[in-house]
């Protein structure tokens, strides 16, 4: 009898045995495709992380395409700026007008008097008279220019430049004195028309140097 007991006892031990091992294989059965069906989309987050990586590379290769490109805006202003201060250098008249050079050119050559204290542009429009204090003066054919120094001394040259290197020059006085009272007017009117007659074409030197720039610095306009 208790051989019995014993043998139904190992049976039922046996049978439940029998039963974790299976639901044991069908857990693990049933884990194992969940992990296959999981592995695509760790390949999927795998190929994202790579797009993304991707992505950043290209960003980076645009930003240093952008810092490179700034890099060589940068340099080429610099390169610029350099060849302005380089003509600068080369050419210390560079900063000035043509009619400013012109103007010290002009007073350097034909000036009376090379020390003064500034140099007085004035513009005398064509068809103004000479001599402006008599009634019946011969006029300016051209616009002029008059140079003149703060004082008489200083003299004053009146001339229309050609824009070729060479300039009228018109021997009219800085100011006009009144006239002899027994001069008339005819003979004052032919005094104008001979001005105008024996104008003078004159070729001025390129000068250039620091006297040029000094005589730029006095310029100012007549009467200020």
């Not at 350099?82 to 010290?104: F, G, H």
């Not at 001005?195 to 005589?215: D, H, P, R, S």
Request: charge should be negative; charged fraction near 25%.
């Amino acid at each position: 009898m208790k051989k019995v007991t014993r043998l139904v006892v190992l049976l039922a031990a046996l049978i439940l045995l029998g039963g974790c091992f299976g639901k044991a294989n069908e857990e693990t059965n049933n884990t194992a495709p969940k992990q296959t069906e999981e592995s695509p989309e760790t390949d999927n987050k795998t190929l994202t992380n790579h797009g993304e990586k991707t992505d950043t590379n290209q960003s980076t290769d645009s930003n240093l395409n952008e810092s490179a490109n700034t890099a060589s805006d940068d340099k080429s202003g610099e390169s610029n700026d350099s060849t302005t201060d380089d003509k600068n250098s080369k050419d210390p008249l560079a900063p000035y007008s043509s009619e400013q050079i012109e103007y010290a050119r002009v007073w350097l050559q034909l000036g009376a008097n090379q020390d003064i204290d500034e140099l007085n542009i004035r513009h005398i429009p064509v068809g103004e008279p000479i001599n402006p204090i008599i009634n019946n003066s011969a006029t300016f054919p051209e616009g002029v220019i008059q140079l003149s120094g703060s004082r008489l001394i200083d003299g004053s040259i009146t001339y229309k430049g050609n824009g070729d290197g060479t300039i009228n020059v018109y021997n009219t006085p800085m100011r006009w004195e009144a006239p002899p009272p027994d001069v008339d007017e005819i003979t004052l009117q032919e005094d104008t028309e001979e001005i105008l007659n024996n104008t003078k074409k004159v070729n001025i030197k390129a000068a250039e140097g620091e006297e040029i720039i000094k005589l730029i610095n006095l310029q100012k306009p007549y009467g200020k």
